[in-house]
């Protein structure tokens, strides 16, 4: 248990419609992190967020958006859904600057028809 | 800019016998983390051990351990006396210094272990 908690588990969107994730991070850890990883692959960095802004982003275009929220809980927002966009979403926490181990989610798993 | 490779993408060890997964690593940060992961089938990233580029000695974190060469670039994990509940994908990551939630991973490799 990493006391990282992701919702839904599983979504099914189509094409075009727009899908918000949640993560509630463990307790103290004022960064969080979103992944990406479609079937087969390692997961890629989609953004951090610190102190309730961005701060630092992979390549991912404009429409993956998130929030951070005082009391550390997170959001990641997908708008304009595309096939491609079908992949598990892992949300991670950790205490700012730190150089240790990133603690995960169980992920939310989108499928985009 | 930081890479990680893993080049077994399937590997297969008997039960209660040792294996290694291989990862490379190329980064042109001087100070670095580098972090092995399990997957199992549910989805969740589970920590296994961490080794700092600075760190000395190779880390270890009960039946794992770290097989760090710096110099080849290289931070294999070792799993010794191989488990059933060790089956699943396994993934090799890299952090620089600054980037606190910003990990680069590996494509991952498949354990299986046999009875």
């Known amino acids: 248990e990493t006391g990282v908690t992701q919702s839904p588990t599983h979504l099914i969107k189509t094409r075009g419609q727009q899908v918000t994730l949640r993560c509630s991070s463990q307790?103290?850890?004022?960064?969080v992190s979103w992944y990406q990883q479609a079937l087969g692959q390692g997961p890629q960095f989609i953004f951090q967020?610190?102190?309730?802004?961005e701060n630092g982003r992979g390549n991912f275009p404009p429409r993956f958006s998130g929030l951070q929220f005082p009391n550390y809980s997170s959001e990641l927002n997908v708008n304009a859904l595309e096939l491609d966009d079908s992949a598990l979403y892992l949300c991670?926490?950790?205490?700012w600057g730190s150089g240790g181990e990133l603690f995960f989610g169980e992920g939310s798993r989108l499928t985009v028809l | 800019a930081q890479k990680i490779t893993q080049t077994q993408p399937g590997m297969f060890v008997q039960e209660k016998e040792a294996v290694t997964l291989d990862c490379t690593y190329d980064?042109?940060?001087?100070?670095?983390?580098l972090f092995w992961y399990k997957q199992p089938s549910s989805g969740e990233m589970i920590f296994l051990i961490y080794?700092?580029?600075?760190?000395?000695q190779n880390a270890t974190e009960g039946r794992y351990s770290l097989n760090f060469q710096k110099a080849r670039k290289s931070a294999n994990l070792v799993i010794s006396a191989s488990q059933l509940g060790d089956s699943a994908m396994y993934f090799c990551?890299?952090?620089?210094?600054?980037?606190?939630?910003?990990?680069?991973f590996g494509q991952g490799t498949t354990l299986q272990v046999k009875p």
């Open positions: 991670a926490s950790t205490p």
């Open positions: 980064t042109s940060d001087p100070s670095y983390g």
């Open positions: 080794q700092g580029s600075y760190d000395q």
């Open positions: 990551a890299t952090k620089g210094s600054g980037n606190t939630g910003k990990l680069i």
């Open positions: 307790s103290g850890h004022n960064t």
């Open positions: 967020y610190y102190r309730e802004e």
